[in-house]
């Protein structure tokens, strides 16, 4: 059958776009360059520089970045003048292996060469399709002397808390905590070898870490952890200032007051004309007490001694001695 010939083009243009899905500009391939990193922090840490950064999620097109297929680390001294080209191609290389963006940190050894100069750390990411990104934001580092992780780190039990001890040349000091299972929080800075944790809660288990400091970017290993679950097995303070005087038909003492949170109360000993001592008052929480069961001319001693929450009861007081009025 014979069409005129106008008839037939449009019969077949339909189809022509029918198979066609875009209309519009080819786009280009995606080239996977990873974002450049920005977030590089680094500080010096016993004989490694710690290196810690975020590879991004994202390529140089705005498009989402699944894979990497290296990460390039250098560390070098700072040319000076400074040149960047200098610095790449002296600097030692330290790959990290990586397969998807996200956070990392490697520890980097640290060369002797290096104490005492000024070092440049920098970073860049390599995509699945072999393209590197730009170098990241570039750190600098004077490197002193390593410090050493503190020393003969302890932990103890002891009525006013956990106190802590170790040795260390460090001039400063981080303190971390963990309660149980949770993460380790910085707990205190200190400059002495020495912290005396007060708030803690017996029955508890702690897990505590010290780390030597100076500057910030200068921080020695970590010691620890010291594991400890303090127990209230302490008797309280023994009483002091015991005084005795005759009063109206009564002979009056008094004694400092005790201020431990511990404390429960005073049990209060006499003894007459040298006999034995004998407990005539129990827990009674005040720092006074006045025994009427006296007689005039008879010498009496007495003795206080204070008794904690755990029931633990103290060594008593020197004595005092009084003759009755």
Known sequence: MNRPRGVRRLLVAPLVLAGCGYIGPPQ??????????????????GDQILAQFTIP???TQGLPLDSIRSVDLRAGVTPNPWNQAVWEASASRIEIPASAPGALSKAIPLNKDWIGKEVTIGVRATGPKGKTSDWSNLRQLTIAPPLAAPADFKAENTPRGVELSWRSSAPHYHIFRATGDAAPELLADSDQTSWLDSAIEYGASYRYYVQGFSGELQQSPVAGPQTITPEDVFAPAIPSGLAAEQGTNA??????????PRFQGYNVYRSVDGGPFVKIA????????????????????????????NGKESDRSQPVEITAQ
């Not at 129990?282 to 929450?309: C, E, N």
Request: aromatic content about 6%; hydrophobic content about 35%; overall charge neutral.
């Open 28 to 45: 280009a391939p995606s080239l996977a360059i990873p974002q450049r990193i920005v977030d590089l922090t680094v500080a010096e840490r």
């Open 57 to 59: 999620s994202m390529s």
């Open 251 to 260: 002979i009056e003492l008094s004694w400092e007051r005790n201020t431990e």
């Open 282 to 309: 129990s827990r009674i929480t005040a720092p006074t007490y006045s025994d009427h069961d006296i007689s005039s001319g008879k010498k009496y001693r007495y003795q206080v001694s204070a008794v904690a929450t």
